[in-house]
């Protein structure tokens, strides 16, 4: 875990460093706003006797009376918390009892003193004014005992929430050497456009793909099929989204490169190709077809570009529902073999032994490997009532995640994790939901028509 | 005698040799006709009186336009003369009212030889969206396999699996699901 990482500011550094080099922050067209360097050295707020350090972020400092200063600092606050507690390495003030306190009008008179007095561990202290590139925040985390800055930095932006999740990524990072996901996306299908695919005398509804901020916030169409778009998955760098398309009629494999507007078909010539799954790398792409297996789904295994199809299983079953192993040397999947569907894992090149690893499952599908440092397979269990369930690939030991709440299926890890989002009925129709490893902290991320399938970029 | 006069004697005498020679020659020169081995040709017998009656259009006769083959492909469609096959839970094999249902398809497949069809295959809503794919794939196929085995042309089959993402009936009873579990046939040309 993490939490185990040796707390030392020098790997909390090093982990940023190589954060904010490396594929946290993949969108060329997102960039996130310019940090600039630290203008004292880092160091970390902790609680008395290592309990969990207690924060309070007050609004932001507005420098400048337009409303729309006023609206970012506020945006600014309120978002920062969100994404702070969603890790839960923090506790916070309630918020009903700053009220009571003195707002600072800068960084030189907060009242540290009464802070303390609510046992604040550390201050979030930001100031926001208008910039060319729109808002100018300048960030500071206080040891509220100490009264150091043990955090600064400046940003600049269009997007107050982007800076926030900046903010917090850079928190998460230097405080508890934690990678965060305020700056990760899903993606997800979605029939909430009420569109009618043509071809079909049934009325039946499109489905078309959507992306939005890991928090709901932002839900953007990526697709304009007119058919059914669906199961998407992010390229590991968060610029591509591999999904099956109807749109020729039978099942293909689409990858739409969503900030350039271009569409690129993965299988063609060949219909009834679904459930694309990226290598870690992002050059190869394992799916599901049955176009030469009597039926029956196999899986195979692509390049990037289309070239070099070749068949990963040859058994007379149903082979589907591929997830590569975080470093990309296996793959587990789902088979009938044995008369219900179950999850094996096998060698990435198809050779050697198909391990079953799913025992005392009547039905077992759509498996997804956890990243690193976790060696865990969520999956999806039962016909009739589905829950999510999670299997320790060391241990071999299952806890279940949902208990009947709606039918819940299709879960996926966040990119440290940490948290599984899935599609639930409990509200009634299919809706995006997230919820921690360990079963807490539920939270619904869509609510117009059904949303399904949903993937976590990287 | 002048010699005026012998000329036109010698040129007559000349005259008349040579007539008489040519009127002898003739019957040799001309052969014989041979003996007629086969009957001559007869002579055309004159032709009976012929009747020539105004041509008059003969209608075919009344028949009931066919609804089949005269509807659009909407039309066809909306009111299938294709019949679904259903299936039993988590099942693809097909049972005795669905190899009913397919050899009348196949039937009508035969009345229509140009059509071509899609079969779709459809599951309910249990179980999950992925596994039902595949589940989804076998019913087709299953369907498609059967209709080739009574005769119908397998490039006139494409098969395509939905999954459960096209419920027949959107409700969560089992007689819902029942309808749900199917083959269902759409024809995409004619």
Redesign the interface.
């Known amino acids: 875990m993490y939490r185990m990482c040796a707390m030392t500011t020098t790997t909390a550094l090093l982990a940023g460093a190589v954060l904010g080099a490396g594929p946290g922050n993949p969108q060329a067209q997102q960039q996130p706003p310019g940090s600039q360097q630290p203008t004292e050295i880092t160091t970390t707020i902790t609680s008395e006797a290592g309990a969990t350090p207690r924060l309070a972020i007050p609004d932001f400092v507005t420098i400048g009376t337009e409303p729309d200063v006023a609206a970012a600092a506020k945006t600014l606050g309120q978002v920062l918390w969100d994404d702070l507690n969603f890790e839960r390495e923090f506790a916070f003030i309630p918020r009903d009892t700053y009220a009571s306190i003195p707002r600072a009008t800068s960084f030189a008179d907060v009242p540290f003193d009464r802070w303390r007095e609510l046992n604040a561990d550390g201050l979030v202290i930001g100031t926001v004014q208008k910039s060319a590139a729109g808002i100018h925040v300048e960030l500071r985390l206080f040891n509220a005992r100490t009264r150091q800055s043990a955090y600064s930095r400046q940003y600049d932006g269009a997007s107050a929430r982007r800076i926030a999740h900046t903010i917090s990524d850079e928190l998460h990072t230097s405080q508890r050497a934690l990678k965060g996901v305020a700056l990760t996306k899903l993606t997800f299908d979605s029939d909430r456009d009420g569109e009618k695919m043509t071809g079909?005398?049934?009325k039946?509804e499109t489905?078309e793909v959507y992306v939005s901020d890991y928090d709901g916030d932002g839900q953007t169409r990526v697709t304009l099929g007119k058919t059914?778009n669906?199961?998407p998955r992010w390229s590991p760098n968060g610029q591509s989204i591999a999904y099956t398309s109807?749109r020729r009629?039978?099942?293909n494999i689409f990858i739409s490169n969503i900030y350039k507007g271009t569409l690129e078909e993965l299988t063609t010539g060949k219909?009834?190709s679904?459930?694309a799954a990226w290598s870690p790398d992002g050059a190869r792409l394992c799916f599901?077809s049955?176009r030469d297996n009597?039926?029956?789904?196999s899986l195979y295994i692509v390049n990037r570009d289309g070239t070099g199809i070749r068949r990963l299983t040859n058994h007379p079953s149903?082979n589907?529902?591929p997830t590569w192993s975080p470093s990309g040397t296996q793959i587990a999947f789902?088979s009938?073999r044995t008369g219900?569907?179950q999850i094996y894992v096998m060698s990435a090149d198809g050779v050697g032994q198909q391990t079953r690893i799913t025992i005392g499952e009547s039905?077992a599908?759509?498996p997804t490997w956890s990243p690193a440092p976790y060696n865990e397979i969520a999956y999806?269990s039962g016909?009739?009532v589905?829950d999510i369930k999670v299997i320790d690939m060391a241990t071999r030991e299952v806890r279940q995640l949902t208990f009947g709440e709606g039918?819940n299926?299709?879960p996926v890890f966040s990119p440290n994790g940490r948290h599984i989002a899935f599609t639930s009925t409990r509200t009634g129709k299919k809706q995006i939901f997230t919820i921690a490893r360990t079963g807490k902290d539920v939270k619904q991320i869509t609510r117009t028509g059904n949303n399904?399938?949903p993937d976590w970029s990287r | 005698m002048t010699s005026a006069r012998r000329l036109a004697l010698v040129l007559a005498a000349v005259f008349m040799t040579a007539a008489a020679a040519c009127s002898k020659k003739a019957p040799v020169v001309q052969p014989t006709p041979p003996a007629p081995t086969v009957a001559a040709p007869e002579e055309p017998r004159p032709a009976p009186a012929e009747a020539v009656p105004e041509p008059v259009v003969a209608l075919p006769p009344v028949v009931r336009e066919d609804p089949i083959a005269s509807a659009s492909l909407d039309d066809l469609n909306r009111n299938s003369p294709l019949k679904p096959a259903f299936f039993d839970y988590d099942s693809s094999e097909l049972n005795a009212e669905g190899q009913k249902a397919l050899t009348e398809n196949a039937g009508v497949l035969k009345r229509f030889p140009t059509w071509a069809i899609t079969i779709e295959g459809h599951c309910d809503e249990r179980g999950t969206a992925e596994y039902n794919l595949a589940l989804g794939e076998r019913r087709a196929v299953a369907a498609r396999a059967y209709l080739v085995s009574l005769g119908i042309a397998a490039d006139r089959l494409r098969v395509v699996s939905y999954g459960k993402e096209f419920p027949f009936d959107p409700a969560h009873t089992e007689a819902a699901f029942a309808k749900n579990r199917r083959a269902h046939f759409v024809i995409t040309s004619k």
């Open positions: 079909t005398v049934e039946r489905k059914l669906v199961f109807y009629g039978g099942a219909d009834e679904w459930l599901a049955s009597n039926g029956n789904s149903i589907i529902s789902t009938d219900a569907p039905y599908d759509k999806t016909a009739g589905n039918k299926e299709s399904e399938h």
